[in-house]
C-alpha cells in the first residue's frame, strides 16, 4: 500500500498492521533470515512520532529476533539498541502503554541475544521478565493479537535449553492466553515428545493437523507432524 | 520467501478503511489536563502547596493516573507532610506497581524517617524491574549507601 492511499494521520492500527503483517510472516515461519532484513517505517508515511517509534518497535523486535537466532549476536545487539531507542522516544512522548509494550519486546529480544551468546542464565531472566510483564499488560485494540506470546518463545528457550518439562508447563500456559496457536501445538508436542507423554503429544499435534486442515501450506511442521500420526 | 502481497493489501485497507481518525484513545490520559500540567510546573518553581493544590484537582478527574498519584508524593514530602506523602506514593505504586518513580521516591521517604529496610525493599523492587538499566536504581542505591555512611 502507498503513503498516499491512507489518507492524512491514519489510526496507529493502520501502521501496527503494516509493519506487524511481515514480522509475523517470518518469525511464525521461524524465517530467521528473512526477520533480519525487515524494514522500518519509510519516512513517506504520514505517522506520528509516536506512532512510528511504536511500527519501528515491531520491525526492530523481529530484525533482533531474526540476528539472534540465526546467530549473529553482534548485529542482534544493535536491533536491541535500536528498539531500546524506541522505548526512550515513547518514555519521552508520555507513551507509558506502548512504553511499557517495547519493554517487552526489548526484554524479550535481550533474552535471545544472551541465548545465542552462550548465557543461558541471563537469557532466562530476561524471558521470564518479558512473559510476565506481557501477561500482565492488557493487549491494545490496535493489535489484534499479541505480535508473538513472550510466554510461548520462554517455551521455546527452554525446550532449546533441554529443560522440556518446563517448557510443556510455559506452553499449556500460553495456550490459555493465546489459544490455538499452530508453533505452540507445535512445540508442545515436542516437549511432550522429549518427556516420553505420547498420549499429550499426540493430543497436541492432533490440535496442530486440525487447525491446518484446510491448508495447502509447506511448512515442515505440518508435514512433519501429518507423517508422524500417519505413521502411528 | 516475502508474504503475499493480496494478504498485506487486504489487511491495510482493511484498517485504513476501518480505524482511520480514531486517536484519541491513544493520548495519553493526562496530556490535555490544565490542571495537571499547571501542578507539573508549580512543582518544577518548588511551589508545593500549589502543586499539592493542582495535582489534587487532577487526580479527581483522573483516578487512576499513577503518575498524579506519584507528583502529589512528591510534593506533600517536600511540604513535610510525610504522611500524605506515603498515601499517595502508596497509591502510585497500587495504580502502577512497576512505577519505578514512586519506587524511588517512596524508598527515599522511608530513608528520611530512618526505615532503612523498607528503602532497601524498593531498591530490591526496582533492581527487579530495571533489568533494562533506569536511573531510578542508582539514584535510590546511592541515597541509601550515603545513609548507611551516616
Same mark, same amino acid.
Request: aromatic content about 6%; hydrophobic content about 40%.
Given at each position: 500500500m502507498k503513503a498516499t492511499q491512507l489518507g492524512t494521520y491514519p489510526n496507529v492500527a493502520v501502521y501496527t498492521a503494516m509493519v506487524a503483517i511481515p514480522a509475523r510472516y517470518y518469525l511464525e515461519r521461524q524465517d530467521w533470515k528473512g526477520a533480519s532484513q525487515l524494514e522500518p517505517l519509510g519516512s513517506g508515511f504520514p505517522a506520528n512520532e509516536w506512532q512510528r517509534a511504536v511500527a519501528d518497535g515491531i520491525t526492530y523486535f523481529g530484525i533482533a529476533m531474526g540476528f539472534a537466532r540465526s546467530g549473529d549476536a553482534a548485529s542482534a545487539n544493535s536491533a536491541v539498541d535500536k528498539l531500546k531507542a524506541q522505548r526512550e522516544t515513547l518514555l519521552r512522548l508520555k507513551q507509558g502503554y506502548?512504553?511499557?509494550?517495547?519493554?517487552?519486546?526489548?526484554?524479550?529480544?535481550?533474552?535471545?541475544?544472551?541465548?545465542t551468546k552462550g548465557d543461558k542464565g541471563e537469557a532466562l531472566k530476561f524471558m521470564r521478565a518479558a512473559a510476565d510483564l506481557e501477561d500482565g499488560s492488557e493487549k491494545h485494540v490496535a493489535m489484534e493479537n499479541r505480535l508473538y506470546p513472550m510466554r510461548e518463545l520462554l517455551a521455546d528457550m527452554l525446550r532449546e535449553q533441554g529443560d522440556a518439562a518446563s517448557a510443556l508447563k510455559e506452553y499449556e500456559a500460553s495456550m490459555k492466553n493465546a489459544p490455538n496457536r499452530l508453533?505452540?501445538?507445535?512445540?508442545?508436542?515436542?516437549?511432550?515428545?522429549?518427556?516420553?507423554?505420547?498420549?499429550?503429544?499426540?493430543?497436541?499435534?492432533r490440535q496442530l493437523v486440525r487447525l491446518a486442515r484446510n491448508s495447502d501450506s509447506e511448512r515442515p511442521e505440518i508435514q512433519e507432524v501429518a507423517q508422524l500420526l500417519a505413521s502411528k | 520467501m516475502r508474504p503475499p502481497r493480496w494478504l498485506l493489501a487486504a489487511a491495510l485497507a482493511a484498517c485504513a478503511?476501518?480505524?482511520?481518525g480514531a486517536d484519541t484513545d491513544d493520548k495519553p490520559a493526562d496530556q490535555g489536563d490544565p490542571d495537571y500540567?499547571?501542578?507539573?510546573?508549580a512543582i518544577e518553581a518548588r511551589d508545593w502547596?500549589?502543586?499539592?493544590?493542582?495535582?489534587?484537582? !487532577? +487526580? %479527581? #478527574?483522573?483516578?487512576?493516573?499513577a503518575d498524579i498519584q506519584n507528583y502529589l508524593g512528591y510534593a506533600y514530602r517536600n511540604s513535610g507532610q510525610l504522611d500524605l506523602s506515603f498515601k499517595h506514593y502508596s497509591r502510585a505504586l497500587q495504580l502502577d506497581p512497576r512505577h519505578r518513580g514512586a519506587h524511588e521516591y517512596l524508598g527515599e521517604a522511608y530513608l528520611m524517617i530512618g526505615n532503612l529496610p523498607k528503602a532497601?525493599?524498593?531498591? !530490591? +523492587? %526496582? #533492581?527487579?524491574?530495571?533489568?533494562?538499566?533506569?536511573p531510578e536504581y542508582g539514584m535510590l542505591e546511592a541515597r541509601i549507601a550515603a545513609s548507611r555512611k551516616q
Open positions: 506502548w512504553a511499557e509494550q517495547v519493554e517487552v519486546q526489548v526484554l524479550g529480544a535481550q533474552a535471545w541475544v544472551e541465548q508453533r505452540a501445538y507445535y512445540g508442545c508436542g515436542k516437549a511432550a515428545t522429549a518427556l516420553g507423554q505420547t498420549k499429550k503429544a499426540d493430543a497436541c499435534y | 478503511l476501518g480505524a482511520r500540567l499547571q501542578g507539573r510546573k502547596r500549589s502543586a499539592i493544590r493542582l495535582l489534587s484537582s !487532577a +487526580a %479527581l #478527574r483522573d483516578t487512576r493516573n532497601e525493599e524498593h531498591l !530490591a +523492587a %526496582l #533492581r527487579k524491574i530495571c533489568l533494562i538499566p533506569c
